[in-house]
């Protein structure tokens, strides 16, 4: 019996830094995995990229069609600066990021988007990484910063910007179970 690909939700909306989605989901394909995006809205969402707007993804599923995160292997939270703002001022949305994080799945996020862990109040005691205009938010969230290409830390995994995504990439198909060794790995 084959066994079905391990699934990863990619929750973001207008505004996130497009490498920062683009690059993670298709390394993640690469690897084997499914990706799900879950948004806001129906439709298309539109990333950010040089300062300007970017290419547009389709939504696969908005987060109040997502009833619940068991059908998931991994969230993974792309930054930008807008994205994970607005993410952060939805309920819904916390809420699955509280989700992932009780059931123990890696949650992975990048450059603005620890954020969103900040909000979900979930990374007390916990070492973490991000771009660095948000690292006081998230030392007052209780975090303890650190300034590295990947932080991980039980079951979450940060970045701080593009750069990192090949590390940030990697650690996330490692925590999933996968070796990524001899892969190349989309970078910015």
Known sequence: MTQSPKRVMILATNGFEQSELMDPKAN????????????????E?????????????????TVDEVSDCSGFDALL????????????????????VREFNMADKPIAAICH??????????????????????RTDLK???A????????VDGN???SRNPDDIPAFSKALINMLGESVESRELEDA
């Open 140 to 142: 007052n969230a209780g």
């Open 28 to 43: 993640l394909e690469d690897a084997g995995f499914e990706t799900t995006i879950v948004s806001l809205e129906n439709g």
């Open 156 to 158: 979450l995994i940060t």
């Open 77 to 96: 939270l792309p930054g930008g600066q807008m994205n994970p703002d607005i993410l952060r001022m939805n309920e819904r949305a916390i809420a699955i």
């Open 113 to 134: 988007a620890p954020w969103l862990l900040a909000e979900a109040d979930i990374i007390k005691g916990k070492t973490v990484t991000a771009w660095p205009s948000i």
């Open 45 to 61: 969402i539109t990333g950010w990229k040089d300062k300007d707007w970017g290419d547009s993804v389709k939504v696969d599923k």
């Open 144 to 151: 303890n910063v650190v300034d590295q290409e990947a932080a």
